[in-house]
């Protein structure tokens, strides 16, 4: 874990020096401004011209895309955990046969947060 704190933090240390040394100061100070663009595609466009604007779009697709793709795989994950801990509905705690994953339903991911916070507040409130 140590070791992907020190790369996280060794490219943000990195990419802030390239925008020191590609962008001055008046320039980075605007970016924060509303209707400016952020800094990081303001760098890719001195340095790589019209084309940057296009690499640092298709990098920001590819991270969200990405971020995308983890939370729809763990979702149905938590409440399959939380079924067999019997804090959630026990259907949930069924395995698909063939792939022995529990299945993706959406209903868990859009009914299970207000399930959750009506129970944890019937808890709360008969313990009062």
Known sequence: MA???LVVVTLYVLANVAYLNVLPADVIAATSTEGR???G???MQAMLGTPGLYVMA???M???FGCNNGLILSGAR???AMAQDNLFFKSAAVLHPTYRTPPSRSSCRRYGPACCACR???ASCSTS
């Open 3 to 5: 070791t992907g704190v």
């Open 37 to 39: 663009p952020p800094v």
């Open 41 to 43: 595609t303001t760098a």
């Open 58 to 60: 298709v990098a920001i």
């Open 62 to 64: 590819i991270s969200t």
């Open 78 to 80: 938590v409440y399959y």
């Open 120 to 122: 944890a507040r019937t």
